[in-house]
């Protein structure tokens, strides 16, 4: 079962043309989850000096084959195999000490801890007299490499760090090196807080990293960055590998008709509509240039993560939902980016994930018609592809996308004018962002206001207008034709428009 195998396009191996041995093979790994087969007999071998870009739908099963690599998780079927030795019993121990690390979708650091505090957690090797000292300079070290003037003070604690930072955070300490280096590094969708500069810094040190012959396992949805990174690429769907070939044969389009999803160009493109006489729907004075939206507009808020852009989405549901009289109707519906965070209630079933946006529509008499509210699930289940056998399961049963697309379905199926949009892409995969971009267009130009930020720059470029933000306050607005990644760019670093 163990694989010796020659990899051409690893750097380490064509510099030696030494033969080697994977760092990790699962072989013919299953893994159920009641009635759904997340695995479905998955073999992947990682060799050291590759990059290994892993894709396809939400629910596909990428999650699930890191955790069986990472020793979270054990097949219920098949052999894990670590640098020539079938291993009887592999877990999270004997993974760590093999040089595996994970920085996971969810981000698991702990909130009431200090940054130096959590790198002890995660390098027990550290504990014993002045260890914050060597924790301190271990994860700064890291931090330092990886995001060079980063501006994160360790002894701050996690949880008042914005999303992008814990991201950061959890990327460095999984290429920290405190006595047991790492040689596979497994990024589940490591780029989704991050804006394009910091994704850069992160991906420019992966490829440092592979060229010194360590491994990477990265995940994303955005395949530009996977077919830039990645030595190989392996599409997954539906449990199992369906493509596995080195990153140069393939294109963008070869890996979307891979996964199954179909490009659609309309829905990629901004409307051109007159919005000269729509009145003004939202407004909101300060810090720096007004912000204003009209009827049946897409605003875009862009600039670098954590400059004020989800305060001032906050600021402005707060305006519209800080009665003392709760409204029947919603004036505004918010999609959050930070899902575990302020998106999903935990105990709850997707339907109910689902229906609390619009009770106010599901409701005679105080009593929740679940005829009618099943129905509207359904439908949306079906519009956006949440993929579940049944909506009475819990929401957490549901890969994080598939959550995501929850929490979109809960507020586009609102009647609220106003849409607040806090990167609610995190985690949706390709065609399914085609889908939800379609709807946004739709609903926009039947008068809905939408108000979305974005880190992705393929997505502010959809918008009719862009407020960019710096130091916390909007420094310039732009138009039309003029909404170009060149021009945010320009004013995000230098707060003027090029
Ligand atoms: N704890 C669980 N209980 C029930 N089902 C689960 C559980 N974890 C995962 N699943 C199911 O297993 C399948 C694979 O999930 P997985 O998280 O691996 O997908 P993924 O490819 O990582 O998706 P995404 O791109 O959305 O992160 C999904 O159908 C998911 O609903």
């Given at each position: 079962?163990?694989?010796?195998?020659?990899?051409?396009?690893?750097?380490?191996?064509?510099?030696?043309?030494?033969?080697?041995?994977?760092?990790?093979?699962?072989?013919?790994?299953?893994?159920?989850?009641?009635?759904?087969?997340?695995?479905?007999?998955?073999?992947?071998?990682?060799?050291?000096?590759?990059?290994?870009?892993?894709?396809?739908?939400?629910?596909?099963?990428?999650?699930?084959?890191?955790?069986?690599?990472?020793?979270?998780?054990?097949?219920?079927?098949?052999?894990?195999?670590?640098?020539?030795?079938?291993?009887?019993?592999?877990?999270?121990?004997?993974?760590?000490?093999?040089?595996?690390?994970?920085?996971?979708?969810?981000?698991?650091?702990?909130?009431?801890?200090?940054?130096?505090?959590?790198?002890?957690?995660?390098?027990?090797?550290?504990?014993?007299?002045?260890?914050?000292?060597?924790?301190?300079?271990?994860?700064?070290?890291?931090?330092?490499?990886?995001?060079?003037?980063?501006?994160?003070?360790?002894?701050?604690?996690?949880?008042?760090?914005?999303?992008?930072?814990?991201?950061?955070?959890?990327?460095?300490?999984?290429?920290?090196?405190?006595?047991?280096?790492?040689?596979?590094?497994?990024?589940?969708?490591?780029?989704?807080?991050?804006?394009?500069?910091?994704?850069?810094?992160?991906?420019?040190?992966?490829?440092?990293?592979?060229?010194?012959?360590?491994?990477?396992?990265?995940?994303?949805?955005?395949?530009?960055?996977?077919?830039?990174?990645?030595?190989?690429?392996?599409?997954?769907?539906?449990?199992?590998?369906?493509?596995?070939?080195?990153?140069?044969?393939?294109?963008?389009?070869?890996?979307?008709?891979?996964?199954?999803?179909?490009?659609?160009?309309?829905?990629?493109?901004?409307?051109?509509?007159?919005?000269?006489?729509?009145?003004?729907?939202?407004?909101?004075?300060?810090?720096?240039?007004?912000?204003?939206?009209?009827?049946?507009?897409?605003?875009g808020l862009a600039g670098l993560a954590g400059h004020g852009q989800t305060r001032m989405l906050m600021k402005l549901h707060a305006a519209e939902t800080s009665d003392w009289l709760a409204r029947r109707e919603a004036?505004?519906?918010?999609?959050?980016?930070?899902?575990?965070?302020?998106?999903?209630?935990?105990?709850?079933?997707?339907?109910?994930?689902?229906?609390?946006?619009?009770?106010?529509?599901?409701?005679?008499?105080?009593?929740?018609?679940?005829?009618?509210?099943?129905?509207?699930?359904?439908?949306?289940?079906?519009?956006?592809?949440?993929?579940?056998?049944d909506l009475a399961n819990r929401i957490l049963s549901l890969s994080g996308g598939n959550q995501q697309k929850v929490l979109f379905a809960r507020a586009l199926s609102t009647r609220?004018?106003?849409?607040?949009?806090?990167?609610?892409?995190?985690?949706?995969?390709?065609?399914?962002?085609?889908?939800?971009?379609?709807?946004?267009?739709?609903?926009?130009?039947?008068?809905?206001?939408?108000?979305?930020?974005?880190?992705?720059?393929?997505?502010?470029?959809?918008?009719?207008?862009?407020?960019?933000?710096?130091?916390?306050?909007?420094?310039?607005?732009?138009?039309?034709?003029?909404?170009?990644?060149?021009?945010?760019?320009?004013?995000?670093?230098?707060?003027?428009?090029?």
């Amino acid at each position: 079962m163990v694989r010796a195998a020659k990899f051409p396009w690893s750097t380490a191996a064509s510099m030696t043309g030494d033969t080697l041995t994977a760092i990790v093979e699962v072989a013919d790994a299953k893994v159920s989850f009641g009635a759904v087969k997340a695995l479905d007999g998955v073999t992947l071998a990682i060799m050291p000096g590759e990059c290994v870009g892993v894709v396809g739908h939400n629910g596909a099963g990428k999650s699930t084959i890191v955790s069986v690599i990472n020793g979270g998780l054990t097949p219920h079927q098949g052999n894990i195999s670590s640098d020539g030795e079938r291993l009887a019993r592999y877990g999270i121990g004997v993974a760590r000490a093999r040089g595996v690390r994970c920085v996971f979708q969810e981000l698991s650091l702990c909130p009431n801890l200090t940054v130096i505090e959590n790198t002890r957690i995660l390098h027990r090797d550290l504990g014993g007299f002045g260890w914050r000292k060597r924790a301190r300079k271990v994860i700064e070290r890291s931090l330092d490499l990886v995001f060079p003037g980063h501006g994160i003070e360790s002894d701050r604690s996690v949880g008042e760090l914005s999303i992008a930072e814990r991201q950061m955070v959890e990327i460095a300490m999984a290429f920290s090196d405190a006595g047991v280096a790492p040689r596979l590094v497994i990024l589940d969708e490591p780029t989704s807080s991050l804006d394009a500069g910091l994704a850069e810094q992160m991906l420019g040190y992966v490829r440092r990293f592979v060229d010194a012959g360590g491994s990477v396992i990265f995940i994303s949805h955005i395949l530009n960055e996977i077919l830039t990174t990645a030595s190989r690429i392996v599409v997954m769907k539906d449990g199992r590998i369906v493509a596995d070939r080195r990153s140069i044969d393939w294109t963008e389009h070869s890996v979307v008709e891979s996964m199954g999803s179909v490009a659609k160009g309309e829905a990629n493109r901004r409307a051109v509509r007159d919005l000269a006489g729509a009145p003004v729907v939202v407004e909101q004075i300060g810090p720096g240039l007004p912000f204003r939206a009209k009827r049946g507009e897409v605003v875009g808020l862009a600039g670098l993560a954590g400059h004020g852009q989800t305060r001032m989405l906050m600021k402005l549901h707060a305006a519209e939902t800080s009665d003392w009289l709760a409204r029947r109707e919603a004036t505004v519906a918010f999609v959050a980016g930070d899902r575990r965070l302020n998106g999903v209630f935990e105990l709850w079933s997707i339907l109910k994930n689902f229906s609390i946006g619009s009770l106010g529509d599901l409701t005679n008499r105080g009593v929740v018609d679940v005829a009618a509210e099943m129905e509207r699930a359904t439908d949306w289940k079906r519009r956006i592809d949440i993929r579940t056998q049944d909506l009475a399961n819990r929401i957490l049963s549901l890969s994080g996308g598939n959550q995501q697309k929850v929490l979109f379905a809960r507020a586009l199926s609102t009647r609220a004018p106003v849409v607040l949009m806090d990167d609610p892409m995190r985690g949706v995969d390709v065609g399914t962002k085609q889908e939800v971009y379609e709807i946004i267009r739709q609903q926009a130009a039947s008068g809905r206001t939408f108000v979305w930020y974005s880190t992705e720059m393929e997505e502010v470029c959809l918008c009719d207008r862009v407020y960019v933000f710096r130091d916390g306050a909007i420094v310039a607005e732009l138009e039309g034709d003029a909404v170009t990644e060149g021009n945010i760019l320009a004013v995000s670093f230098r707060g003027a428009a090029a």
